[in-house]
């Protein structure tokens, strides 16, 4: 089967190429040409939507809140549109880890955030179930790794006393990570099999920010704020393991450490 992978400038979307070498990214703008339609809109296709508009600009600004409604909200329900006759189609839909903790009553740019990862994925949910099409929604926790220039993780080994990192909480959340070759290794897999479904996607260990702050030994790349949220977010691998050989993954520790 044909692989289209929507989202070219994700940064998990270029570690997909890696391992589906004869895959096309695009990005969700995709839809608004012709030819582009023509050409990978088909059937027998595998479609992965890695569409992650930068959660930095939200919180920077909140008229991108429109944008990011716009990618994510607006270009599925366009796309959808497109593939409705198609046959023998796949959907890989990747959403966030946020999601399992959300709070509907707490409101800011985070919230919004992952409200919109709701919306899709309700609307993935219906549509699947409607026209019986094969639906993956993982549930991402926190990528780092190959091309990343926004996780926490490439933050703190890019801090310096002139660019100080901010971390929430004095750094005593704590935080499942998956470096993204892993869950490249790990859509494959999913790909190759039968499974249809939610699954969560992460080491299921969570480690506080702050000794990953430690390991590099200099305290004065801390800028503290206070902000609400979960103490501690860690993925349910029940269903993972199934599918991928957890001791394989790589330590988020040892990753920070040789990278120092």
């Keep these: 089967m044909k692989i289209v992978i929507i989202g070219e400038r994700s940064f998990f979307s270029k570690e997909l190429k890696k391992i589906f070498k004869k895959s096309k990214i695009v990005s969700t703008n995709f839809i608004k040409k012709k030819k582009s339609i023509r050409s990978l809109i088909q059937d027998n296709t595998i479609f992965i939507i890695n569409s992650f508009y930068p959660l930095f600009k939200i919180l920077n600004d909140k008229k991108n809140n429109k944008t990011l409604i716009n990618q994510s909200v607006i270009f599925l329900i366009n796309f959808l549109k497109l593939i409705n006759k198609k046959k023998n189609i796949k959907i890989i839909y990747s959403s ?20 919109v990862k709701i919306i899709c994925e309700q609307i993935l949910r219906e549509y699947s179930y409607r026209n019986n099409v094969q639906l993956i929604i993982t549930r991402l926790f926190n990528l780092y790794g190959g091309e990343d220039k926004a996780s926490i993780i490439y933050k703190i080994l890019k801090a310096t006393k002139k660019n100080p990192i901010q971390i929430n909480n004095n750094g005593n959340s704590k935080r499942d990570f998956i470096h993204v070759s892993d869950a490249s290794k790990i859509y494959k897999n999913l790909i190759k099999s039968n499974f249809s479904g939610d699954i969560e996607i992460g080491s299921g260990k969570a480690v506080a920010i702050k000794k990953l702050i430690d390991l590099k030994q200099q305290k004065f790349i801390i800028s503290k704020t206070r902000v609400k949220e979960n103490k501690i977010s860690k993925a349910n691998i029940k269903i993972l393991s199934k599918y991928f050989t957890l001791s394989k993954l790589i330590n988020v520790k040892n990753f920070v450490k040789s990278n120092i």
Excluded: D
């Design 96 to 115: 966030t880890c946020a999601v399992k903790n959300f709070n509907a009553n707490t409101y800011n740019s985070r919230s919004v955030y992952t409200s």
